[in-house]
T-cell receptor
Framework: SQKIEQNSEALNIQEGKTATLTCNYT??????LQWYRQDPGRGPVFLLL???NEKEKRKERLKVTFDTTLKQSLFHITASQPADSATYLC???????????WGAGTKLIIKP | DTGVSQDPRHKITKRGQNVTFRCDPI?????LYWYRQTLGQGPEFLTY????????KSRLLSDRFSAERPKGSFSTLEIQRTEQGDSAMYLC???????????????FGPGTRLTVT
């Protein structure tokens, strides 16, 4: 069966440390993988997109890696801040119909 | 504000009633998506439009759900004969099909929280 798995338990990180979130998938061949941030009661906000032929993408304190052999993406936030506390969702974009398939998200808590 | 807007933000209705939600996408975006999200889950795809054409509808979507985008601008999502299981956040998103950066990213509205009692 097709699955996207993200850590279901909240991730607690000390301020200033690097937070690493994992997205694993099975039985998909996505053309792109995206990461979104969602705050309570709000819609998701796009953060980064990485293509299947890219290994790594960076944006300010954010870094995403994509390993199509392992079927895994890692999302890193360096020098984390309490304002980074939110739920982070990964989503696979299928080339065939441009539909996004979503993980359930990981709640990140940055403690001061 | 030029983002995606949704109306209403909250809706409480009794089981069996019909409800309609509205979404106004970013004006230059020709793709519009509807999702449903329940607590602790990621968004679940419902349907999407390119301009006024509804190109795909989830196989999981009941016949009680219908969506329109009559002039390729705003969209409405109607749920007929609501059931308690319809209680969720309904999210609308839009995107562009242009060849500029951001071709594949989706911009979400704040959502409509539906509670069916």
């Amino acid at each position: 069966s097709q699955k996207i798995e993200q850590n279901s338990e909240a991730l607690n990180i000390q301020e200033g440390k690097t937070a690493t979130l994992t997205c694993n998938y099975t039985n998909y061949s996505p053309a792109y993988l995206q990461w979104y941030r969602q705050d309570p009661g709000r819609g998701p906000v796009f953060l980064l997109l990485i293509r299947e032929n890219e290994k790594e993408k960076r944006k300010e304190r954010l870094k995403v890696t994509f390993d199509t052999t392992l079927k895994q993406s890692l999302f890193h936030i360096t020098a984390s801040q309490p304002a980074d506390s939110a739920t982070y969702l990964c989503a696979l974009l299928m080339d065939s119909n441009y539909q996004l398939i979503w993980g359930a998200g990981t709640k990140l808590i940055i403690k001061p | 504000d030029t983002g995606v807007s949704q109306d209403p933000r909250h809706k409480i209705t009794k089981r069996g009633q019909n409800v309609t939600f509205r979404c106004d996408p970013i004006s230059e975006h020709n793709r519009l998506y509807w999702y449903r999200q329940t607590l602790g889950q990621g968004p679940e795809f419902l349907t999407y439009f390119q301009n006024e054409a509804q190109l795909e509808k989830s196989r999981l979507l009941s016949d009680r759900f219908s969506a329109e985008r009559p002039k390729g601008s705003f969209s409405t999502l109607e749920i007929q004969r609501t059931e308690q299981g319809d209680s969720a956040m309904y999210l609308c998103a839009s995107s562009s099909t242009g060849l500029l950066a951001g071709y594949y990213e989706q911009y979400f509205g704040p959502g409509t929280r539906l509670t069916v009692t």
